[in-house]
T-cell receptor, first 109, second 117 residues
Framework: EDQVTQSPEALRLQEGESSSLNCSYT??????LFWYRQDPGKGPEFLFT???AGEEKEKERLKATLTKKESFLHITAPKPEDSATYLC??????????FGKGTKLSVIP | GAVVSQHPSRVICKSGTSVKIECRSL??????MFWYRQFPKQSLMLMAT?????????EQGVEKDKFLINHASLTLSTLTVTSAHPEDSSFYIC?????????????FGDGTRLSIL
């Protein structure tokens, strides 16, 4: 059974304090990994797709990296508007996404 | 801008009512759309995969007679919660993918908050 574990469950950062979020998984037939951001009461917003180990993608203060068994979302000098729940989802062999529970990030001014 | 539109954003209704939720892909045709359910502080759980022109594929434990899915066109899928009860109260989210390939991302609507009194 596909499993996705995200850590930490919650993370509080001071504005400007960089950190990393982790996504580890056991998925058969891995075909890449997606990162999403979800604001309260909203649907997930697509951030990145990573297709192969060693790949990196960047968007503003976010950088996502991928290994064979885990992915990291690095947040550099975060701002309060980066506060959200970040979800990772490796697509499994049956075309469906297996979401982790997410990391709730709070950036304090 | 948004590529998937979901309507309504919020529904409050009495027990026993049937509720229809619409999901539209705005600038692309989606042969496949997905319906998820999310409980507070939980992750998204896939309920069913909606296929244009054919029957939906339901996940284990999801009652197909309770959650009716219709995907009548390449840009519209609907989820009808029939005879809703308080335990059906949840956040329902749809998604669509621009291509049939699973290594392409799904794009999500903004969800429907369903509250059954």
């Amino acid at each position: 059974e596909d499993q996705v574990t995200q850590s930490p469950e919650a993370l509080r950062l001071q504005e400007g304090e960089s950190s990393s979020l982790n996504c580890s998984y056991t998925v058969s037939g891995l075909r890449g990994l997606f990162w999403y951001r979800q604001d309260p009461g909203k649907g997930p917003e697509f951030l990145f797709t990573l297709y192969s180990a060693g790949e990196e993608k960047e968007k503003e203060r976010l950088k996502a990296t991928l290994t064979k068994k885990e992915s990291f979302l690095h947040i550099t000098a975060p701002k309060p508007e980066d506060s959200a729940t970040y979800l990772c989802a490796p697509p499994g062999g049956s075309y469906q996404l297996t979401f982790g529970k997410g990391t709730k990030l709070s950036v304090i001014p | 801008g948004a590529v998937v539109s979901q309507h309504p954003s919020r529904v409050i209704c009495k027990s026993g009512t049937s509720v229809k939720i619409e999901c539209r892909s705005l600038d692309f045709q989606a042969t496949t759309m997905f319906w998820y359910r999310q409980f507070p502080k939980q992750s998204l759980m896939l309920m069913a995969t909606s296929n244009e022109g054919s029957k939906a594929t339901y996940e284990q434990g999801v009652e197909k007679d309770k959650f009716l899915i219709n995907h009548a066109s390449l840009t519209l899928s609907t989820l009808t919660v029939t005879s809703a009860h308080p335990e059906d109260s949840s956040f329902y989210i749809c998604s669509a993918r621009r291509t049939p390939y699973s290594n392409q991302p799904q794009h999500f609507g903004d969800g429907t908050r369903l509250s059954i009194l």
